[in-house]
């Protein structure tokens, strides 16, 4: 009687939720598989009537090809360099701005927040006129530093909104303690303050990291071939007549692999940190 | 402490050093010193390149132009993506901002939005001085001065590409059909033959035309208006409806595969090259795709003539220079070069593409080329839509969705050519 009740816990715990979530799976994974088996198809497989779903003759041609001709180490590069670069301008300047605005009382607070949230309300083909001037008068005109200056307008706003949320959770006591302690305000900041904050600042690192490492629009415009980005440089596969499905395929998968890998490692933290200071008591 | 105070430190020399990499901005004319001290005359040139060979086919032609040009001219050529006709975008917003390059590859499309805005340089006087004119035939140049809307010659071309069918002889063959069609009625009635069921599992496997319903769809529709007696001037006379109720009956009837509404370049390709269907309406630029996959089965004729006309869209590749060019006789010499002159050859030698000027029609790649005669002879009954203010709307916008509806039976074919005449003339 006892098994029967087991076997059927089993059976629905199965139905109701094993293979719900398999079929999400498959429905969520198909398209990095099918990306994955056409960069390691032959071409003539590619175009194969009927589809092939797993490849009969696996070649790297165009793995070689992508990081040989096609010099896609370079692209990765740029992309780093301009992600990272974002990452810590951003994540330095919006938790000292967050801080300001939930631990200080001044005149335009409020005002100056929503300020940060109007900036995301226009449609970023608005902004590339003008930051095309602006980037050109500043010399900073297919430079990294241009593109990060660019990135930095929306990842900012948008991080100092998510770490402030975070951080009004944070009772102020903790800081009046360390004050308390001997602590100067600096030192109750970094030593006490930053460490509560880590899964916050990584969650909104994540956050900018990906902005930074798949935006294409604003690359296209501040960027030539020498600084070019991964989104760009793939958008070139894509001609008038015709597309690079085997090229482009496998740069897809080798630029999803750092964001996968940043994920596996932080998704518990980045979790806490996303939701922390949504709900407000 | 240290430690986050180094680490913030760093992260600002991070970025302070960053402002010195790579800046190089190359946005006009401007002299300099070539290695002999004498100046040189400095030419930016943005272009967009179909694939990665092209890429470094345009490198190495304008490294060689600066090799050999004698008038000391130094071209910087710059890559920049396609993007589905962004490219276009892409240099208006950096002209706007004060950047941007002396000439670039261009879109007919685009003209007459440039040359709204004063962008474009009117190189009428360079042209009617230049000994190569004539080798491009006259109706080419009435077609640049026509897309600006300003009657100036602004827009220089480059390559066409006239569309014509390619077909797979083999199917035919199959379909019991003797010889390539030759007028509009036996072109349908081909389509209608070779779409087949060719294993006897009562499923078609073939289709007879790659239809292509949506982006850049509206091309083929061009050659059915005006077999039928109609053009792009007035989309709601009764010989346009008859000729729009026959493209939408090839859907409707079963004759093109079921993708078709939603069908652009890339799944009108794949379905031609799948052996999905026995015919595809393309131009030059994809002749040695086919011959690649097929080796001797596959052929060309023209889009033939209707009782009411002969007509086809040519696909183009400008080029032009922009009023900020501080030396345009220095963009015209590269703009030679490039059709009339070695450029030109070598382009027209590795991609199929050039206009027939005599450097061209001397090489064996040409005599060789079965298909460059097809593209010669569609090249004279060849146009361009009528460069209307929404005529860029109706190309990205208005006739994938509206011929799509129609495909799909969800509004009638006058409505839909309506709302295109309405569109496309901004009625």
């Known amino acids: 009687m006892k098994v029967k009740h087991h076997s059927a816990e ?20 198909f398209p990095f598989y099918w990306m994955f088996i056409t960069s390691v198809k032959p071409d003539a497989e590619i175009y194969a009537s009927p589809l092939l779903y797993w490849p009969q003759h696996w070649t790297w041609m165009t793995y070689e090809k992508l990081f040989g001709y096609f010099n896609f180490i ?100 903790l800081e009046e303690a360390a004050l308390i302690d001997g602590c100067n305000r600096t030192g109750a900041f970094v030593r006490i303050f930053l460490p509560i904050l880590t899964p916050c600042l990584l969650a909104a690192g994540v956050y900018i990291f990906m902005q930074g490492w798949n935006e294409y629009t604003l690359s296209s415009m501040f960027t030539n071939p020498a600084t070019r980005t991964i989104p760009v440089a793939l958008n070139s596969l894509i001609g008038q007549l015709g597309v690079e499905w085997d090229m482009l395929c496998a740069g897809g998968t080798i630029t999803v692999l750092p964001v996968c890998i940043m994920f596996f490692f932080a998704q518990k933290k980045l979790v806490s940190g996303l939701t922390a200071g949504a709900v407000k008591g | ?105 261009f879109k007919l499309q685009a003209g007459k939005n440039f040359a709204a805005n004063h962008l474009l340089a009117d190189m009428s006087s360079y042209v009617e001085a230049w000994q190569d004119k004539s080798q491009i035939n006259d109706g080419i140049w009435q077609m640049m001065k026509a897309s600006t809307g300003d009657e100036k010659l602004s827009v220089l071309p480059w390559t066409l590409e006239a569309l014509y069918v390619y077909y ?16 509009f009625d036996e072109f349908l009635d081909a389509i ?38 109609a053009n792009w001037d007035d989309l709601t006379t009764p010989q346009a409806v008859e000729a729009y109720n026959a493209y939408l009956n090839i859907f409707k009837s079963g004759y093109a595969p079921d993708s078709a ?12 090259k799948s052996g999905l269907t026995a015919m595809i309406i393309h131009h030059i630029g994809s002749s040695a795709i086919w011959s690649e996959t097929f080796g001797d089965d596959v052929a060309a004729f023209p889009v033939p003539a209707g009782k009411g006309g002969q007509w086809t869209c040519t696909g183009d590749t400008c080029l032009t220079v922009y009023e900020q060019c501080e030396n ?32 061209v029609v001397a090489t064996s790649e040409y005599k060789d080329n079965k298909f460059q005669t097809v593209a010669a002879e569609s090249l004279k009954h060849a146009g361009v839509l009528p460069p209307t203010d929404t005529l860029t709307e109706f190309i990205n916008s208005t006739w994938a969705n509206t011929n ?21 003339h901004a009625e």
Not at chain 1, 10 to 25: D, N
Not at chain 2, 43 to 53: G, Q, V
């Open chain 2, 168 to 183: 797979r002889p083999s199917y035919f063959q199959k379909a019991g059909i003797e010889k390539a069609p030759t007028t």
């Open chain 1, 74 to 173: 370079k692209y990765m590069k740029n992309s780093l360099t301009v992600a990272v670069a974002t990452m810590v301008v951003s994540l330095v300047f919006s938790t000292l701005a967050a801080y300001a605005f939930s631990r200080f009382e001044f005149k335009g607070r409020k005002f100056l927040m929503g300020l940060f949230l109007s900036n995301n309300m226009f449609p970023t083909v608005l902004l590339m006129i003008p930051l095309y001037s602006i980037m050109r008068s500043m010399n900073l005109l297919y430079t990294p530093t241009g593109l990060v200056l660019a990135y930095t307008t929306f990842t900012i706003p948008f991080s100092v909104w998510l770490i402030q949320g975070f951080i009004r959770d944070v009772p102020f006591s």
């Open chain 2, 404 to 424: 799509q509806q129609a495909l799909l039976g969800q509004i009638s074919a006058e409505d839909a050519l309506k709302i295109m005449q309405k569109s496309l």
């Open chain 2, 328 to 359: 345009k006789e220095a963009a015209f010499d590269f703009y030679q070069y490039m059709t009339t002159g070695e450029g030109g050859t070598t382009w027209f030698k590795s991609t199929g593409k050039g206009l027939g000027t005599e450097n």
């Open chain 1, 10 to 29: 089993a059976v629905k715990f199965t139905l109701t939720l094993v293979l719900p979530v398999l079929l999400f799976l498959i429905f969520l994974l």
């Open chain 2, 1 to 105: 402490m240290k430690k986050v105070i180094a680490t913030f430190l760093a992260g600002v020399m991070l970025t302070s050093s960053l402002a010195g990499c790579g800046g190089n901005n190359s946005s006009s004319v401007s002299s300099g010193s070539d290695p002999s001290g004498k100046q040189a005359t400095k030419l930016s040139y943005w272009y967009w390149a179909d694939n990665t060979e092209q890429s470094d086919l345009m490198q190495s032609i304008v490294k060689q132009y600066n090799e050999t040009n004698d008038k000391n001219i130094l071209v910087t050529a710059e890559e920049y993506p396609w993007d589905s006709g962004g490219f276009t975008d892409s240099i208006f917003t950096a002209i706007m901002g004060g950047g941007g390059p002396d000439l670039s590859t």
């Open chain 2, 261 to 272: 509404p939603n069908a652009a370049y890339a799944e009108t390709v794949d379905g031609f």
């Open chain 2, 192 to 229: 209608k033959k070779t779409t087949m069921d060719t294993n006897g599992d009562g499923k078609t496997d073939v289709y007879g035309l790659g239809l292509r319903g949506a982006g850049g769809g509206h091309e083929h529709l061009g050659s059915f208006l005006y077999a039928y007696g």
